[in-house]
């Protein structure tokens, strides 16, 4: 059955970070869903990776991490491989690190590529590298977990957070990965130009392992990192951790409320692929819930998305401090999750505090509605008429009854009172405050 | 953000933006009055905020400090004269000559000069050894006991956030800070209102026509069915809400803060306060305290931070406001007795909370926890249950039914000088005497005898009687006396100025708690 211009606008909601552009929704109707799905999953897998953000003259990681993150709101958004992008977004959020600990934006950046890179790979190697990059070393302390002197953090997260979940491992086994994980630290002091600096890489300490037996889920023996990680994707907790990266990544595409069955039904799904996390992705994409009216609206954007999408939609510039600092107002800044568990999702984005964040990144931008070109010579149409231009605009495909009726009789209103003026800045502001706008 | 970035799983997790109950309100009225009349038609809405209600006489203020990622007690309260100290602690033992002695065997960390002026002056109380019965050193399990006020799986609402409920002001309670509301101010019914720390809010300025329509249209959102499911109704029902708050809350943001942090935090805390919009508890929250390593620099500055922060607070609350508001900390769980060799210290179990105020009972509340039974993992034994100290704040300080919050009784300390409302000062050495209510008025008992005809009547302020253990409390006299006009309509219970007070709904039960209980790994 060939999409709709709305089912092509939902599938592209949920594969770009910004949603669907009019061109790109005007490529995918009509196609099928396997078609469609099938081309946005192959250009992720193998369009080039993009060229290193400018970093020319900043000096400092504070500075780096600026400019990255408006470089990564523009890959976002015009990047050939929109998916990779998404991928990459969500594993930033679940391998989670902070520049404000890290403090080296190379190794943040070494971290995010290997997203691109590795995000739609095999689950089980990705996890390999992520651990023991540089960035994770130190955002986890691992860099100084020593036989003698464990450092439970990084221990207790590859399980807790990365891999498993909290309710399928034990105090016990915290303390037994941790000493698997000792001596997996890093090295890294140069003399750069006279003066000592670290520029810290893996290295691996066997005099600083643990090579004591341990009992990891049950099983004793010399447990060495690397093997820990295998033995949850491929071993003893492969059911769990298929299940539980599954899970995330359909809460993360589709809908917060996968049935246990569901839930089982992705494990073995992920499994049957051996982890390959693209043709879960594919599978998930082509699944009839994707597609299912209790899908559609069914996620809130986060404000990384919301801003995306209104860049998008509208071309506004903002750049890349003004970015920076209309994502904290609403409460999410790349590369400053709120701590390693990353975000939350849906109504974790809906306070008072974050709806004013939003409101003034549209305020702060609606003067520029008129330069662009949007919305213009309304002020004699009727109120349907600007309802129309404004779901254009903002690619609002489905409106509901009530953000119609809200913006004709605020048009009536401007009329009343003699402010047709300002009906261009104000229609944009009113249409991206609609829940309409707002879901995803 | 945080530093130490291991804290909290759970902060966010357990974060929830809010939305307030007025705008749940405001869908019901506005359901109401499109029936009957044309949306046009309806009264502004405007400046309805003002009418929520300022602090009654007998009301008390709380301000919840939460200090993130899990403070190092031992650090903070440190037992100066306990040789079992230096042992665990080695290099990271604060020597007692830095400390600020607070006697008893104790100092505080040398960061916290205002506490210790505080503390001199009688209004600092340290309850020492508090804690909870998780044990796993879960950041979320831990953190999830402290804000639901429980240690039983399943209560998926906040402590104060369901003493929250039964009040009408929809700025009861508010969490400042760019972050969502966290779930200890969430309740069953309601949620408390997020407010950031930048101002010039959406909503607030009402000098230009052209935005005002525009205000009144976003609020029209939240008028009827969203169409897009209960997400979609709760995005309508927040921007109502930061709508209906912007104008009367916009005050604090001005003069221009310029610090950052928890010391900007409290001061929109104190403004707010000053406000007098009859806000009850205020949240803020700060994080960096997961010192798994570099502890001295670290722990040093978050405590700086800490004191900085309550000494300006205090410093800029409103004389009027300041003897009726208690600052209280508290931190998932306190730090391992053992050092780790990373230069700092892993997760532990039990530490010591502050209360800071003019009417805090100040000195040491409960048993240090010793240093030598330690336990099986080598953290420091509870001895008081964190649900003690909660009934306490919820009886003797916001004269709330802490039985019926908390779900049981527990032991009460003895925390506020003044356990009776309307500033009466009840001796510490009568306060074990219970009340009744007898005769149309509160009376003390005399714990040595129960006999009605021998109790002597204390005069008490009768505008609002004190509320003490749950069970031998009788309804309110303030529920019981109010006649309460019962209009037909929404509509007709706006236009008689009750919208606001009948405004506490239950909110449509959406994901969070699915989320939380997928968290806490619920059935």
């Given amino acids: 059955m060939p999409l709709s211009e709305a089912e092509a606008a939902h599938l592209l909601r949920r594969v770009c970070v910004g949603g669907g552009s009019d061109a790109e929704i005007a490529h995918f109707a009509g196609r099928s869903r396997t078609s469609a799905v099938n081309e946005i999953i192959n250009d992720a897998l193998t369009a080039p990776m993009p060229p290193h953000p400018n970093w020319n003259g900043l000096g400092s990681p504070w500075a780096e991490e600026t400019a990255t993150i408006g470089w990564w709101i523009d890959q976002m958004n015009e990047s050939a491989a929109p998916l990779r992008e998404k991928m990459a977004w969500f594993w930033h959020g679940h391998f989670c690190t902070e520049e404000d600990k890290i403090y080296n934006m190379n190794l943040i950046f070494e971290q995010n590529q290997l997203f691109r890179s590795a995000g739609l790979g095999n689950f089980r190697d990705l996890v390999q590298t992520m651990a023991i990059q540089p960035a994770m070393l130190i955002y986890l302390d691992n860099e100084t977990n020593t036989k003698g002197a464990e450092q439970e953090n990084f221990a207790r997260e590859l399980m807790e957070l990365f891999t498993i979940g909290r309710e399928n491992y034990t105090e016990a086994d915290v303390i037994a990965m941790a000493k698997a994980w000792t001596g997996h630290n890093t090295v890294g002091w140069v003399e750069v130009n006279g003066t000592w600096q670290y520029v810290p890489h893996y290295t691996f300490k066997s005099e600083l392992h643990d090579n004591s037996q341990k009992t990891l889920f049950g099983k004793t023996r010399n447990w060495n990192g690397p093997g820990t990680i295998n033995e949850i994707c491929n071993g003893a907790k492969k059911v769990q951790c298929s299940e539980f990266i599954a899970a995330k990544l359909w809460r993360f595409f589709v809908h917060p409320d996968p049935s246990p069955a569901l839930v089982r039904s992705l494990g073995q799904r992920f499994r049957a692929v051996n982890l390959n996390i693209a043709e879960l992705i594919r599978h998930i994409l082509l699944h009839n819930e994707f597609w299912a009216p209790s899908a559609r609206y069914a996620l809130v954007k986060s404000p990384v998305e919301f801003l995306a999408t209104v860049l998008k939609r509208t071309g506004v510039e903002i750049d890349a401090n003004g970015r920076r600092w209309y994502l904290q107002g609403m409460g999410q800044v790349p590369f400053d999750p709120p701590d390693v568990a990353g975000w939350g999702a849906n109504e974790d984005w809906l306070s008072t505090a974050t709806a004013w964040g939003r409101a003034r990144l549209l305020e702060h931008t609606r003067w520029q509605l008129d330069d662009l070109g949007h919305l213009r010579n309304l002020e004699n149409a009727g109120g349907n008429v600007v309802a129309n231009r404004v779901f254009e605009l903002l690619g609002i495909t489905e409106p509901s009854a009530q953000t119609r009726a809200v913006i004709r009789d605020w048009v009536d209103e401007a009329h009343a009172i003699r402010v047709q003026w300002s009906i261009t800045p104000q229609a944009y502001l009113l249409g991206a405050l609609s829940p309409d706008f707002q879901l995803n | ?523």
Wanted: hydrophobic fraction near 40%; glycine fraction near 10%; charge should be negative.
């Fill in chain 2, 1 to 523: 953000m945080s530093r130490h970035s291991d804290f909290t799983t759970a902060y966010q997790a357990l974060c929830q933006p809010i939305t307030s109950s007025q705008a749940l309100s405001r869908r019901r009225f506005l359901q109401a009055a499109a029936a009957t009349a044309s949306v046009a038609a309806l009264p502004p809405m405007m400046g309805e905020m003002a009418e929520a209600g300022a602090l009654g006489a007998n009301d008390r203020i709380l301000v919840v400090v939460m200090m993130g990622g899990g403070n190092d007690s031992l650090n903070t309260v440190i037992p100066t004269n306990n040789p079992a100290y230096q042992d665990h602690r080695g290099s990271l033992a604060i020597p007692g000559n830095q400390t600020l002695p607070i006697g008893g065997g104790f100092g505080l960390h040398p960061s916290l000069t205002y506490l210790k002026q505080r503390w001199n002056d009688g209004d600092v109380a340290i309850v020492h050894g508090v804690g909870n019965l998780a044990d796993d050193h879960s950041h979320f399990t831990s953190l999830a006991q402290w804000m639901t006020g429980s240690s039983t799986p399943g209560v998926l609402s906040g402590w104060l956030g369901r003493y929250l409920d039964g009040l009408p002001s929809v700025m009861s309670g508010v969490s400042v800070g760019d972050q969502g509301v966290p779930l200890h101010l969430i309740g069953d019914n309601s949620m408390a209102v997020g407010l950031p720390r930048r101002g010039d809010l959406f909503g607030a300025d009402l000098t230009n026509a052209f935005e005002r329509i525009v205000y009144e249209s976003v609020q029209q959102y939240a008028g009827g069915s969203s169409g897009k499911g209960p997400l979609g109704d709760l995005i309508a029902d927040v921007q109502a809400a930061s709508i209906d708050t912007a104008q009367s809350v916009e005050p604090i943001y001005t003069p221009t803060i310029a610090q950052d942090g928890l010391v900007a935090d409290m001061k929109l805390a104190a403004r707010l306060i000053n406000l007098n919009l009859g806000v009850r508890v205020v949240n803020v929250g700060f994080t960096g305290f997961d010192t798994h390593d570099d502890q001295p620099e670290d722990h040093a500055a978050c405590l700086r931070e800490l004191d900085m922060a309550l000494q300006i607070f205090f410093n800029d609350l409103n004389p009027a406001r300041r003897a009726r508001t208690t600052v209280m900390t508290f931190s998932e769980f306190g730090r391992r007795a053992e050092a780790n060799d990373s230069n700092g210290t892993d997760h532990g179990a039990a530490g010591a909370m502050f209360f800071v105020g003019d009417e805090v009972r100040g000195g040491f509340h409960g048993e240090h926890p010793s240093l030598t039974r330690l336990t099986e993992r080598g953290d420091l034994a509870t001895t008081v249950d964190f649900r003690s100290v909660y009934a306490t704040v919820l009886d003797q300080w916001l004269h709330a039914d802490a039985n019926q919050i908390l779900g049981g009784n527990y032991e009460r300390l003895r925390l506020f000088r003044a356990t009776g409302a309307g500033g009466v000062q009840i001796d510490p050495g009568v306060q074990e005497q219970q009340v009744v209510w007898q005769n149309g008025q509160w009376v003390v008992v005399s714990s040595s005898s129960v006999e009605p005809d021998a109790v002597t009547a204390v005069p008490v302020d009768p505008t609002g009687p004190p509320r003490r253990g749950g069970e031998m409390a009788p309804a309110r006299p303030l529920d019981a006396d109010i006649t309460v006009p019962t209009p037909s309509s929404d509509l007709e219970a706006y236009r008689m100025g009750l919208i606001s007070s009948d405004s506490r709904l239950r909110r449509p039960d959406v994901g969070r708690r699915d989320h939380l209980r997928q968290l806490l790994n619920l059935p």
